[in-house]
C-alpha cells in the first residue's frame, strides 16, 4: 500500500493513457463491441479523468509552492519550507520533504557562518586594540578604514572609523588611494611606499607617514581585507 501510494501520480498518468486506449476502441468498434466493454471502457475513462484532475491539481499547486519556496532561499530566508499534506504520500510529498531538508541545513548552516563572522569580528577587535603598532583595516567589501587606537593616535582623533568616499575625495590622498587600489584589485602583493593621508575630519588633519600595505586574500585570490601598517 506504501508502495502505491509513493507512485500514485504515475498511477494516475496510466489511467490517462488506458482512457485514452478505451476511446480509441470505442471510436473504431463502436459502443456494441464486446457486449459490456464499452461500460468498462466507461469506468476507466471516469476514474481516469477524475486522477487526471487530481494530478493537474496536486502538480499544479506544489508548483507554486516550490517557486515561493525558492524565492525565500534566493533571499537568503531560509526560515522557510514546503507545507505537507498528512493525507498523501507520493512523488510531491518525498520532493517536499527533500526541499525542507534542504533548508533545515542551510538554517544551519547559515548559522554557523554567522557565528564564525561574529568571532571573527571579535578577534580583529581585540587585535585593534591591543597591539601598540599603528594600523588601519580596510575593509573591500564595506569600502571603510577603520584605526586602531595608535593610529587614531597618530593623527590626533578619537573617531574610529571612516568611509573610503571620504578619504578618497581628499586631493592629497591621490598616491595613497592608487597603491591602495593597486594592492587589493590589481597585483594583490604587500607594497610599501611614503605617502600624504589626509583625514576629513575637522581642520583636514594630515601626516606624512610610511605605509606598509598588506592583503588579505579569500581562497578565491580576491582581496577581502587590507592591514596598513603606519608609521612616522
Known sequence: MIKIKKH??????????LCLIAGAVILIKGCGFLGRAPHI????????SLFWVYAVMRTVKFNNKLAGFLRHLL???????????????????????????????????????????SFNNRVIDIISRNVL??????????????????????FGIERENLTFDSIEKQE??????????????????????????????????ERRLNIKIIPVKN??????????????
Open 219 to 232: 581562497n578565491e585570490e580576491k582581496v577581502e581585507l587590507a592591514l596598513i601598517l603606519l608609521s612616522l
Open 75 to 117: 533571499a537568503n530566508e531560509y526560515e522557510t519550507g514546503i507545507e505537507i499534506e498528512p493525507i498523501f504520500n507520493d512523488e510531491v510529498t518525498e520532493v517536499s520533504e527533500l526541499a525542507n531538508k534542504t533548508a533545515d541545513r542551510l538554517r544551519i548552516y547559515n548559522k554557523l557562518q554567522l557565528e564564525r563572522i
Open 172 to 205: 592629497k590622498n591621490e598616491d595613497f588611494i592608487k597603491i591602495l587600489r593597486d594592492v587589493i584589485e590589481k597585483d594583490k602583493i604587500t607594497k610599501e611606499a611614503m605617502v600624504v593621508l589626509r583625514l576629513p575630519i575637522v581642520n583636514n588633519i
Open 41 to 48: 471502457f466507461f469506468a476507466l475513462f471516469f476514474f481516469g
Open 133 to 154: 603598532d599603528a594600523f588601519i583595516l580596510f575593509d573591500a567589501e564595506k569600502k571603510s578604514f577603520q584605526f586602531n587606537p595608535a593610529a587614531r593616535g597618530i
Open 8 to 17: 500514485i501520480i504515475k498511477i494516475c498518468w496510466l489511467y490517462i493513457l
